[in-house]
Structures are given as C-alpha cells and as structure tokens.
Nanobody, 123 residues
Framework: QVQLVESGGGLVQAGGSLRLSCAAS????????MAWFRQAPGKEREFVSA????????YYADSLKGRFTISRDNAKNTVYLQMNSLKPEDTAVYYC????????????????WGQGTQVTVSS
C-alpha cells in the first residue's frame, strides 16, 4: 500500500513558478513509477509527467516539455514537479500517482493516487 500527499499548490501570476511535492508512505516507493496528472474544470484528467523508479527516465506531455521538470528523491520518498513560465491554461488540480506501469502516460495504469493540490494561474 502507498499513500500519497501532494503539497505546494497555490495562486501564482502568469510567468511565475511553483514546485509541487508528493510525499509517499511505504517502503516500496523506490520500486514505483511516479507521475503527475492534472484535471481542469470540465475536462478529463490528463498526463503531465512521469519518472521511472530509478529516476533515470522521465516522460512529459509534449505541450509541457521545457517548462516542467519532474524529479524524485527516493531517500525522502518524495517526487517533485517544478513548473516554470506558468500560463493560465495550467490552472488545474494536480494529482500525484504511483504504481508499477508499462505505459507511464496512461492514467488507468496507476492504482495509487493522492488527493490533489490546486494550482491557479492568474493572467
């Protein structure tokens, strides 16, 4: 079992930055792919980024490459999402997810989810 708790969301102006954190419980953190998804009002939850268990491989939604950076610290059981040059269209609830997956960008492959953290970007 893994429990995930996100933090770091908030209100930021366009062009600003935020760093989200996701703290995981359990001794199996280091064996899971970790991912971030987001869901804007009225839209489906979409893939943002993922990082392999070792941290050697990272994946990004094409539209976010260059602005977002995912990282993990297995000693602290934490995954991070650094978000730069934020835009109003980045406004969403951001969710952390974990599991052993074949397709890191597939929402339905993740069995463990956090409660989400709100990110609001004002224009």
């Amino acid at each position: 079992q893994v429990q995930l708790v996100e933090s770091g969301g908030g209100l930021v102006q366009a062009g600003g930055s935020l760093r989200l954190s996701c703290a995981a419980s359990g001794r199996t953190f280091g064996s899971y792919t970790m991912a971030w998804f987001r869901q804007a009002p009225g839209k489906e939850r979409e893939f943002v980024s993922a990082i392999s268990a070792s941290g050697r491989s990272t994946y990004y939604a094409d539209s976010l490459k260059g602005r977002f950076t995912i990282s993990r610290d297995n000693a602290k059981n934490t995954v991070y999402l650094q978000m730069n040059s934020l835009k109003p269209e980045d406004t969403a609830v951001y969710y952390c997810a974990a599991d052993r997956v074949m397709r890191p960008d597939r929402r339905d492959e993740y069995g463990y989810w956090g409660q989400g953290t709100q990110v609001t970007v004002s224009s």
